[in-house]
């Protein structure tokens, strides 16, 4: 019996499925959370020059006196939605403090910071003063950070599909565990960023692990509802860590709630059991065997009689030709549609998490905005779902990243030709742009893996997820180019960037053929014809080559 068929008899998705699902779920809470963290971490407080001979200077400024001595030693800052210049200050002859001459001064570079504490009361920012000429290093962590998870994915992709995902995930999950407990006494920034690269790659990479084990223990008609719930949970762990930031206010306290659940991860090498699927694969049949029998006696099925020992497979009715990543490459057709699913892969997830760091570019309170961007993505996730049968997945997707494109865009009009009362306009904006992307980045997974060949489905896959990798080093860049703008305009500008292109890569998505009820090509030659239209030679009329709809 084929492995599917198996599932059908002693339930596609039953009790232990169920209980197993849960607990993998759980994990992926925790990835939600090390995925946006950098975001929080990282944050620049307001901060101004520490005033010289001043021991207890802090932002706050608390006496007459005092204020009129940082009027005259910190120029005010021409930014509207800043009080003072927070890069330099005033250089005077002989020191006000000691009667020195106020009318002979000039700027200076400074070299140490008080920082505003009504947000947090210390980031690693301020602790490492990231700012001023150094601001573009908490760009670099977070480059840094989605570049391991580019690493990650690849090599621990490569390891689940050699060693096991079971194998895969537990080590993975171990390290993250030991890796964040270092980067929260991390002394400066070197070892912080090498830190933070290495969590990036085996959080996520546990995460591909952890989403292939979900889908891999279900049934055909289940799998994706699984795979895209998967994405909900991630979304807890964003709204998960804007809850703990707003209690503890310190990077540290902020690293240790979050790591702190994954010390119970380290039973889950006796509680979670290898795919089934992966042992066929492996030719592991009396593994397997043990684990199906288990899975039916839970589930109160009856086990198939068909079955002896080792009596399953996985292989396909019929053998497909074997084909490679370069012949997507070799066929305009399969290049064309290839290059416009990695532009989305890129743009969605640069907008996925650029908007979520732009938050705190946004008015408002910065904890709401970051709660808020977290939530968007359950409804994002689950409208997805919905949507994805009923549109079709080339509309479904399209759709979601124009709309979250206008959403960006709109941000404008409120920011620069409104006021301060408007701010929840922006915010609502912000939200529906990234509950979009959220969505956009949901379906465009499972658009890419029915468009393309099944020779060449899973390299192309990794391709893609490589553009997405790319998309998210980006992000950082275009949403602290806000800051450095400053001002209105400044909280705005990475928003229509990320809009702009949303706009454009879903537009290129009605290219695409679609593929909702289709057959799916298996071989090259069928990919190239998929959805294509000829014209007939002899009477000249258009003919379109149908895909006939799967009965299964």
Aim: charged share 15%.
């Amino acid at each position: 019996m084929k492995f599917d068929e198996v599932l059908r008899d002693i339930g596609e998705f039953g009790r232990y499925q169920k209980r197993i699902y849960a607990l993998l779920c759980i994990p992926c809470v925790s990835v939600g959370s090390f995925c946006m963290m950098t975001i929080v971490v990282l944050f620049t407080p307001a901060h101004r020059c520490k005033l010289p001979n001043f021991k207890n200077d802090t932002y706050a400024i608390q006496n007459a006196y005092h204020e009129s001595l940082v009027n005259v030693t910190i120029p005010l800052s021409s930014d509207p939605t800043k009080v003072y210049e927070e890069c330099q200050m005033y250089r005077i002859e002989g020191g006000a403090e000691f009667g020195g001459t106020l009318g002979n001064h000039s700027l200076a570079t400074c070299t140490e910071w008080v920082y505003d504490k009504s947000v947090f009361f210390e980031t690693f920012t301020s602790k490492a003063n990231l700012v001023c000429g150094d601001s573009l290093k908490t760009s670099h962590i977070m480059m840094m950070y989605y570049f391991g998870v580019f690493v990650g994915d690849l090599i621990l992709g490569l390891l689940s599909d050699k060693f096991g995902r079971k194998k895969t995930m537990y080590i993975g999950l171990v390290l993250l565990l030991l890796l964040a407990i270092a980067v929260t006494w991390a002394p400066e920034f070197y070892s912080f960023a090498v830190l933070q690269f290495l969590i990036g790659a085996v959080a996520h990479g546990s995460f591909i692990c952890l989403a292939v084990l979900s889908m891999e223990m279900v049934g055909p008609s289940k799998r994706i509802w699984t795979g895209m719930l998967v994405q909900a949970w991630f979304a807890v762990g964003v709204t998960y860590l804007a809850l703990v930031a707003y209690l503890t206010r310190s990077w540290q306290y902020i690293n240790i709630s979050v790591f702190a659940p994954c010390v119970l991860y380290l039973t889950y090498w006796w509680i979670i059991p290898e795919s089934p699927r992966w042992l066929l694969s492996k030719g592991e049949k009396l593994k397997a065997v043990v684990i199906i029998r288990k899975t039916a006696r839970i589930n109160k099925a009856k086990y198939p009689e068909e079955i002896e020992y080792g009596d399953v497979s996985v292989s396909a009715d019929k053998p497909i030709q074997e084909g490679t990543i370069w012949h997507v490459f070799r066929s305009p057709v399969l290049l064309k549609r290839f290059l416009i699913l990695s532009l989305n892969w890129g743009v969605v997830s640069m907008t996925y998490y650029g908007v979520t760091m732009n938050a705190s570019n946004l008015s408002g309170n910065f904890f709401l905005n970051f709660f808020l961007m977290g939530l968007a993505e359950i409804p994002g996730v689950f409208g997805g779902m919905l949507i994805l049968d009923r549109l079709g997945r080339r509309w479904s997707n399209g759709g979601s990243m124009i709309l979250g494109g206008i959403a960006c865009l709109a941000t404008i009009f409120p920011v620069l030709f409104g006021n301060d009362n408007l701010h929840g306009l922006t915010t609502f904006l912000a939200f529906l742009g990234k509950m979009s992307a959220s969505a956009a980045f949901a379906i465009v997974y499972m658009f890419t893996a029915e468009l393309l060949p099944t020779v060449v489905r899973t390299a192309s896959m990794g391709a893609c997820s490589c553009s997405a990798r790319i998309g998210a080093m980006l992000a950082p860049y275009i949403a602290k180019s806000g800051e450095l703008i400053g001002g209105r305009f400044g909280s705005v500008e990475p928003l229509l960037i990320f809009g702009a292109l949303s706009i454009i890569a879903g537009l290129l998505n009605f290219l695409l053929p679609e593929t909702n009820k289709q057959k799916l090509p298996d071989t090259i030659e069928e990919g190239e014809v998929f959805g294509r239209r000829n014209i007939s030679k002899g009477n000249g009329k258009e003919m379109i080559i149908k895909n006939p709809v799967e009965n299964t």
